[in-house]
C-alpha cells in the first residue's frame, strides 16, 4: 500500500446528506448577516408566494429568495435591472447543491436608481396618456364634501382642517392611511377607489373633491406616491384629485396624474374651496347691482307705461259707446225682421221663377236645335211624317217641362212654409198668445222689462196679440204694500 492509500485510508467518510449539511453550517456560520450589492435579474414570484431572483454584477451570479412574509415589509416594488443592495443570510440548498442568500431587506443601490426608476415610470406612464391635459378634470367651485387621504397623526390634517375652517368650512371625510413604509402604496390606491365607490346619497356622503397629502420627507420617504398603483388609482378615479405631496421642490408620479397639484398641503385646502368673506363681498356687490339695475328698468318701463296710457282713450267712454251702438243695432234688427221676412219670401218666389223660366228656355232651345238638325237631313218625302213626329216629342217636352214647373214650384211653396213656420215659431207673438204683453215707451219704443227700467217715463204702450193700448202711469202714492183695500196705495206705480 502506497503513502496516497494509507493517507486516504485515514480520511473521515460521508454520506451525501452529512457533508451537503456540514457545507451549510460551515457557510452560515461564516456568512451569517451579509449585504450584497447587485442587479436584479429573473424575478419570478412562485404560488406559494415566495419571491426567487438574481443578483449579479459584471463576473458572477448569486441566487436568491425573498419570502412571502418579507415581500409586503420592502419600501418599493422590485422590477429587472434595478440595482440594490439586499441585507441577508447565505445559506445553501442542499437538494440542489447550490448556495443562495435570503433577503430580508432590499433597498435601492443610491438615490440614482430611484430616479432612473421613476424616470422610467413616468415616460411608461405618459406614454399611456395618463397625464394628458384633456383628461383632467375641472376642480368644483364650492365642494360640499371635501375627502382627504392622509396619515391620521400627521400634522397635514390639522393643516388641512384649519386653513378649510378659515376659508370655508366644508364637510370633510378622513380615509386614514399610512404614507410610507410596508403597505404605504396599497393602503392609499384603496382608499381612492374606496373614495370613488361610495355611491351618491349614500349614508357615507361620496366627495366633490379630493385631496392626495403628504408632509415632505425624502425620496424613500415618498417613494408610496411614486408607486404606479397609486398612479392608476388617481388616474382612473372619477372625482376631481388634487395632489398635496411634500414641499414646493417635491415632485411625484401623482403630482403628473392628478387634476391639480399643489405645493404644500395648505395649498391645496385653498384650491379646494375660495374665501367665504371674499365670496360674500362679491355677491353683496353683485346683489346691489342687480338691485340697481332692476330698479331702473322698472322706472324706464313705468315712464314707457304712463305714456302710452296718455295717448289711451278713456275705456269707460268706449264700452258706453259700444253699448250705445249695441242698443241701436238691437231695435234696429228688432224693426227690420219683418221686412227682411217678407224680401226674403219675395227673393225666394223671384228665384224659383227666374229658375223655372231659363230652365224652360234652355230646354225649348235644345229641342229646337234638335228638331233644326233633324229636319236638315231629311228628304222631301219623309218630311211632313218626321215634323209629325217632331211636333210630338216638342208637346211631350213642352208637358214634362210643364210638369217639372209645377212640381218646383211646390216645393218651393212648401219649403216657404216651413220657413214661415219657423220664423212664426220664434215670433214673440207666440208668447203674446199665451197671454202675456210688451210694454214699450211711448217715447222711443224701447221695451221696458222691468220697474227699474221704467225710470220716471209716464206713458207706455201695451201690445196685445190682437193690438195695441197706450197707457199713462199715475203718481206713486206712501201706504202700506198688499191692503187690499180700494184707494189705498200698493208702492207700486198706478196706470190710468
Known sequence: MNSRSRAAANIAEYSVSELAFALKRTVEDSFGWVRVRGELSG?????????????????????????????????????????????????????????????????????????????????????????????????????????????????????????????????????????????????????????????????????????????????????????????????????????????????????????????????????????????????????????????????????????????????RLILAMAAQRLDDLGERLRLRSPLLLLEARAELVRTRHRRLAELARDRLREAETAWRHAAGRLQPGPITRRLVEGENRLEAAAMRLDQGAQRLLREARRSLVTLGQRLESLSHRRVLKRGYALVRRRSDGRIVSSLAAAGSERAFEIEFVDGRMAVLRAGVGGGRRGSGRRGEDDGQPQLL
Request: aromatic content about 6%; some cysteine; proline content about 7%.
Open 43 to 315: 424575478l419570478k414570484r412562485a404560488a406559494s408566494g415566495h419571491m426567487y431572483f438574481s443578483l449579479k454584477d459584471e463576473k458572477a451570479v448569486l441566487d436568491a429568495v425573498c419570502w412571502r412574509g418579507t415581500l409586503p415589509k420592502l419600501a418599493f416594488e422590485l422590477e429587472d435591472g434595478l440595482e440594490v443592495i439586499c441585507l441577508g443570510r447565505l445559506t445553501t440548498y442542499p437538494q440542489r447543491s447550490r448556495y443562495q442568500l435570503v433577503v430580508e431587506a432590499i433597498e435601492p443601490a443610491g438615490v440614482g436608481a430611484l430616479m432612473a426608476l421613476l424616470e422610467e415610470r413616468r415616460k411608461r406612464l405618459e406614454a399611456e396618456g395618463l397625464f394628458a391635459p384633456e383628461r383632467k378634470k375641472p376642480l368644483p367651485f364650492l365642494p360640499e364634501v371635501v375627502g382627504v387621504v392622509t396619515s391620521a397623526s400627521g400634522a397635514v390634517i390639522r393643516d388641512i382642517l384649519h386653513r378649510l375652517e378659515e376659508r370655508f368650512p366644508r364637510r370633510v371625510i378622513l380615509w386614514p392611511v399610512l404614507v410610507q413604509g410596508e403597505g404605504a402604496a396599497e393602503q392609499i390606491a384603496a382608499a381612492i377607489r374606496g373614495f370613488a365607490c361610495l355611491p351618491p346619497g349614500g349614508p357615507v356622503p361620496r366627495p366633490d373633491l379630493l385631496i392626495v397629502a403628504r408632509g415632505g420627507g425624502s425620496l424613500e420617504d415618498l417613494w408610496a406616491f411614486n408607486e404606479e398603483a397609486v398612479a392608476r388609482a388617481v388616474a382612473e378615479c372619477p372625482i376631481p384629485v388634487i395632489s398635496a405631496v411634500g414641499h414646493e421642490t417635491d415632485t411625484t408620479l401623482i403630482d403628473f396624474v392628478a387634476d391639480r397639484r399643489a405645493p404644500t398641503p395648505t395649498a391645496a385646502a385653498e384650491m379646494a374651496v375660495p374665501v367665504r368673506s371674499e365670496l360674500k363681498l362679491r355677491l353683496d356687490g353683485l346683489a346691489e347691482r342687480l338691485q340697481h339695475a332692476i330698479l331702473q328698468m322698472i322706472t324706464r318701463h313705468l315712464r314707457h307705461l304712463e305714456a302710452l296710457a296718455r295717448g289711451l282713450r278713456d275705456p
